[in-house]
C-alpha cells in the first residue's frame, strides 16, 4: 500500500477510472495505479483525451490559425478564455503535443510573444 493510500478513507476507483473523463482516467492509470506509460490501457486513456471530454470541447472552439480569443492579447487581456491560458489548462488534461491543433497554438504563442512589440522571451 502506497503512503497516500494509508491516508484517505476510501479510494472511489469507478470514477477515477470512469472512460467519460480520459484524463482522469489517464492520471489515474499513469500516476496513481503506476501503469508503465507504453502499456494499452495508458495510451487508449491518452488518446481518448482529444476525442471527447473537456479537451475536445475545447479544441473544438480553437481558431484555424491556433488560437483562442484575440491572438494579439493572447495573455495579459485574455485570462483564462485567451490563447496562454488554455494552454495551461490543456496541458494539465493530458492532452498531447504530437496533434497538430496543439503545434499550432504553441507556434502562435511563440511567434507572438517573440514579435517586436511584446517584450515578450
Known sequence: ???????????PWEWLLNQSNPSVRY????QLLDFPIDSTEVISAKE????????????????????????????????????AHTMLILAQLGVSQKDKRIKRMCELILDVAQGPCSGGF
Request: no cysteine; proline share 6%.
Open 27 to 30: 492520471f489515474t492509470l499513469s
Open 48 to 83: 481518448s483525451i482529444l476525442q471527447f471530454g473537456p479537451a475536445k470541447k475545447i479544441l473544438d472552439r480553437q481558431n484555424p490559425n491556433g488560437y483562442w480569443g484575440n491572438p494579439a492579447n493572447y495573455y495579459v487581456n485574455a485570462k483564462y478564455k485567451g490563447t
Open 1 to 11: 500500500m502506497k503512503e497516500w493510500e494509508k491516508r484517505v478513507k476510501s479510494i
